[in-house]
């Protein structure tokens, strides 16, 4: 199980996770306004105050790299809070591995209920001639 956790402490220490963390958040809600208010790409590059090339950068591509205060900015325009936290490491790793715990404990639990039932309907499909 070791391997595994450093893995994990290798990719979460790597800015670029994070980073990219909030890029596809920032991109989803961007997108979702989009969507929800009706706007074409004109239209909202207005709303943002950004030019349409850059919208069409951030739709096309996911390229938002824009300054802290700007994502800020642009996440207000949508209709969000940004909410960034700083959690202690040793408490995020101990958090997450109990969730990834609890998922697999889940996972595994649905999967054995679902043999389990394939298991009874092969039962009582078969006829005893």
């Known amino acids: 199980m070791k391997p595994a956790n450093n893995i994990r402490e290798t990719i979460l220490s790597q800015p670029s996770y994070w980073v990219e963390g909030v890029n596809g958040s920032l991109y989803n809600a961007v997108l979702s306004y989009m969507e929800a208010n009706n706007l074409n790409r004109t239209q909202l590059a207005s709303h943002l105050g950004i ?9 096309n591509d996911g390229e938002i ?41 889940s996972l595994n639990q649905i999967l054995k209920s679902s043999v389990n039932a ?10 005893v001639g």
């Open 65 to 105: 790299n824009f300054s802290l205060q700007k994502i800020i900015e642009i996440a207000l325009k949508v209709g969000k809070y940004p909410v960034f936290e700083f959690q202690d490491k040793e408490a995020f790793l101990e958090k997450q591995s109990k969730l990834i715990n609890t998922k697999t404990i």
């Open 51 to 59: 030019s349409k090339g850059r919208v069409s950068q951030i739709l």
């Open 118 to 127: 394939s298991d009874e309907k092969i039962g009582s499909d078969t006829k």
